[in-house]
């Protein structure tokens, strides 16, 4: 187990890694904000394994990006770089709950069978028009735009369902020239209108009573188990990073509120 990186809001810089472009995007669109660090234990920082078989053994590194503002209680990124075998960029915002706004989730992922990659802004509470509606009204049109120019990623679970707004933007490309084409010219400026959007309704918000709060605190813990209790990249990083790390990362750095 070695540490590279000193600190949470370091540059991530994987040799290699695909998605290093998007997490710069976002990285550059935080700073005209106020952004402090986010601490993050050593160990959780940059984690480095070998992996594979004694025939074809690689390296993964799992990095780890984070920050905090005034208005978001975490902005994450969870970065693997494993070559062929896995491309990962999953980002994060945790709003605070002082704010009523939905989460911004982006889950960019390259595997042996192709890219998966899903683009969201996600409710705390699904059911409440008022936390939901003034986001979709605006978030409606850029998914409307963005979704005919790729394929539909089929279906997602049933018992997922109360976590994705409408515009869930899910789509499988295959890996290679055409992907890599979508994923430019499609992929890329889709992130950063999901982005540039969640920014603007991050700058209009302002602090609502205490009641609403806790309300929007009781969403967001629901919001945070499932994901802590489904993460699909459970099995990935336990395979590389082991069942003792990935449990303690899942639970007290990816999904922490
Ligand atoms: N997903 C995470 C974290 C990851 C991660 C923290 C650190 O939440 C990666 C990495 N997602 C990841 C991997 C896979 C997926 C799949 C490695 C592939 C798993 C595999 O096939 O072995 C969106 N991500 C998925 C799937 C969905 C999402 C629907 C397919 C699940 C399946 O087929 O079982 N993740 C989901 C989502 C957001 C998100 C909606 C937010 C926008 O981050």
Redesign the pocket.
């Known amino acids: 187990m070695s540490s590279f990186r000193s600190s949470s809001t370091d540059p991530v810089c994987l040799a290699g890694w695909a998605w290093q472009p998007f997490l710069d995007d976002a990285v550059e669109a935080l700073k005209p904000l106020s952004v402090e660090p986010y601490p993050v234990p050593d160990r959780f920082l940059q984690r480095e394994d070998q992996s594979g078989s004694k025939a074809n053994p690689f390296t993964v590194t799992t990095a780890t990006w984070a920050c905090k503002t005034e208005k978001y209680r975490q902005v994450r990124a969870?970065c693997?770089n494993a070559g062929r075998a896995?491309s990962?960029l999953?980002f994060?915002i945790n709003p605070s709950s002082r704010f009523d706004l939905p989460f911004f989730?982006?889950?960019l992922?390259t595997?042996p069978s192709g890219h998966?990659l899903?683009?969201?802004l996600?409710p705390a509470d699904k059911d409440d028009p008022d936390h939901t509606q003034p986001v979709w009204d605006r978030l409606m049109p850029i998914f409307e735009r963005w979704r005919q120019e790729l394929p539909d990623g089929g279906p997602?679970p049933e018992e997922a369902q109360p976590f994705?707004s409408p515009a869930?933007l899910?789509t499988r490309l295959p890996l290679g020239e055409e992907g890599d084409q979508i994923i430019e010219s499609v992929v890329r400026p889709a992130f950063n209108d999901y982005l540039k959007l969640y920014f603007e309704l991050s700058a209009e918000a302002e602090a609502v009573p205490a009641e609403r709060q806790q309300h929007l605190l009781a969403g967001q813990q629901r919001y945070t188990a499932y994901?802590a209790e489904k993460?699909?990249?459970r099995?990935?990083?336990t395979r590389f990073h082991g069942s003792e790390w990935t449990e303690a990362y899942i639970h007290s750095v990816?999904f922490d509120l």
Do not use: E, T
Request: cysteine-free; charged content about 15%.
């Open positions: 969870a693997v896995a990962v999953n994060v989730g982006g889950d992922v595997l998966l899903a683009l969201d996600q997602i994705f869930f899910w994901r993460d699909p990249a099995g990935m990083l990816l």
